[in-house]
């Protein structure tokens, strides 16, 4: 079927047809590691700057712990 429609109209069906024929391969453990590693880290990051605004602003009081 694909060949036919790729002989009729290859323009109007090349699109659909990179899509049927895509595999995508999956991907291996230490990648996945390595990307949830750098989420982690992009988040701490992100929640630490928005601590640091709301201290300078005036939004949230730093306070020191009394032993």
Known sequence: MG???RRVRPE?????MIE???I???RRL???LNSI?????KVWYNR??????SIQR???????RVE
């Open 24 to 26: 995508e391969e999956p």
């Open 48 to 53: 630490h700057k928005n601590l640091a605004w």
């Open 12 to 16: 109007q069906f090349a699109d659909l």
């Open 3 to 5: 060949e036919a429609l």
């Open 37 to 41: 590693d750098e989420l982690t880290t």
């Open 58 to 64: 005036g939004h949230r009081k730093l306070v020191t």
């Open 30 to 32: 230490p990648e996945i």
């Open 20 to 22: 049927q024929e895509w």
